[in-house]
């Protein structure tokens, strides 16, 4: 044997299979850890990151359906009903978080009178979803979610096409999610046809925003979950993309949190709404100024994003970028 004879270690090319494992695994255990803190209630932030644990591993476990045999006890929508129990109570401090800390030092006393006691009612709401959160977390059931998937991550099983390179159907995963994202009604809120071409409206003032917003607020909401969806399915194959995929993922990142910021400024209105009985705009004048401030600056973000998603040739470039997927030995290495 010639010692000066270099030689290279392969990687093994890791199988479908072998991701949808590993993915389910990091998504699992980042949601457990968090759990006991969660019961504690002592920070936010634990809620805040085991909602987004299970966010993952409800993502993985839709993304990867057509690869696993999976227990029916740890379905996606079970596991979908666990984040929306938490979500409540996640929603509830975002809105308690942005009215004593982004709003409440900027207004006159005259209104921070009137969020004292909206406030009030946002904790007794808190108090009652809080309850709900240790109550599905204590229940059988979520126990029996966890001991499936457990017993699941001891002894995978799968469907047939497990076995198949991941290189080999990455794109198959992903452009059905992308394309249903592209072809979302919301992308032509606001817009004109033109001259054979769509055009986004750029001249929109904030009272016809509004007034679109009011109209058709809800159909950009459920763009926003799917980005949501697209966003944390792309997050999953990461490292088997070069950097123009990242940036696709910021992309879809960047439309769910400024349409994400529609929708928080929308409900936290509609809250105070409900609360002071009346017109907003007499109660809490300044507050519902800013709101629609903030409604206005993120609809402006929004269009930015629309416009660039509208142009045919980024998202051809997008579609490209998804077929080609760019699988070294590192990449093989990370999935493992």
Not at 105 to 119: F, V
Not at 129 to 146: F, W
Not at 288 to 298: C, H, P, S, T, V
Request: aromatic share 8%; glycine share 6%; net charge neutral.
């Amino acid at each position: 044997m010639n010692l000066q004879t270099s030689t290279k270690i392969k990687t093994q090319v890791k199988t479908l299979g072998d991701v949808a494992a590993g993915a389910i695994e990091k998504y699992f255990h980042k949601t457990i850890a968090h759990e006991a803190d969660v019961l504690k209630d002592k920070d936010a932030e634990e809620l805040h990151q085991m909602r987004v644990g299970l966010r993952r591993l409800r993502s993985a476990v839709t993304g990867f359906a057509p690869v696993l045999d999976f227990p029916k006890q740890a379905k996606e929508h079970k596991i979908g009903k666990v984040g929306r129990i938490l979500g409540t109570l996640r929603d509830l401090d975002v809105m308690l978080e942005n009215l004593q800390n982004r709003y409440y030092p900027n207004l006159p006393i005259e209104e921070q009178k009137i969020l004292d006691q909206a406030l009030l009612t946002l904790l007794k709401q808190r108090r009652r979803a809080l309850k709900g959160v240790r109550a599905i977390l204590d229940r059988k059931t979520y126990e029996l979610l966890k001991k499936s998937i457990e017993d699941w991550l001891d002894k995978p099983k799968f469907r047939a096409i497990s076995n198949l390179p991941i290189a080999d159907v990455l794109p198959d995963l992903l452009l059905p999610q992308v394309s249903e994202f592209f072809l979302h009604p919301a992308w032509l809120l606001g817009t004109e046809y033109q001259d054979g071409e769509v055009k986004v409206c750029d001249d929109l003032n904030a009272e016809s925003v509004e007034q679109k917003l009011a109209a058709e607020g809800k159909i950009l909401h459920d763009l926003r979950k799917q980005a949501k969806k697209v966003r944390y399915l792309m997050n999953l194959f990461g490292d088997f993309y070069g950097e123009s995929y990242e940036v696709y993922v910021e992309d879809v990142k960047a439309v769910q949190e400024c349409l994400g910021d529609i929708q928080d400024s929308e409900v936290l209105g509609d809250f105070l709404t409900d609360f002071v009985e009346c017109d907003l705009k007499k109660e809490l004048p300044q507050l519902a100024g800013i709101l629609a401030e903030n409604r206005y600056a993120a609809w402006g973000k929004w269009q930015i994003l629309q416009r660039r998603y509208l142009n045919g040739e980024i998202r051809q470039d997008l579609r490209s970028a998804l077929i080609h997927p760019v699988l070294t030995d590192d990449a093989n290495l990370k999935a493992s």
